[in-house]
């Protein structure tokens, strides 16, 4: 699979990045080329290798998992400094673009 200058543009705009022609190209080469080098794993033989989940050998150690009677909501919203019903209210804190 190759990159094309159609799909570094594509990428560079997804990024908000602006690419000047050169480095359109310079960026498609170096992208083909990490393509190529990873490609090189398709050369090995992995029939007998066991998946790796974790690098250590350190298990997570879990609580069981014991049903519990749930928060009632007005106890939940007892401290809350505003609330609307049943939720919490909270100021906007992200705004859409041009606002």
Do not use: W
């Amino acid at each position: 699979m190759a990159v094309t200058p159609s799909d570094v543009r594509h990428i560079a705009k997804l990024a908000r990045l602006s690419l000047s022609e050169t480095e359109e190209i310079s960026m498609t080469d170096e992208l083909n080329s990490i393509l190529k080098y990873v490609e090189k794993l398709d050369e090995l033989d992995t029939t007998n290798v066991e998946p790796l989940i974790t690098i250590g050998d350190r298990v997570n150690v879990l609580r069981d998992d014991i049903p519990q009677p749930s928060l009632p909501t007005s106890e939940a919203l007892k401290n809350a400094p505003d609330s609307q019903d049943r939720f919490f209210k909270v100021p906007k804190v992200i705004s859409g673009q041009g606002s």
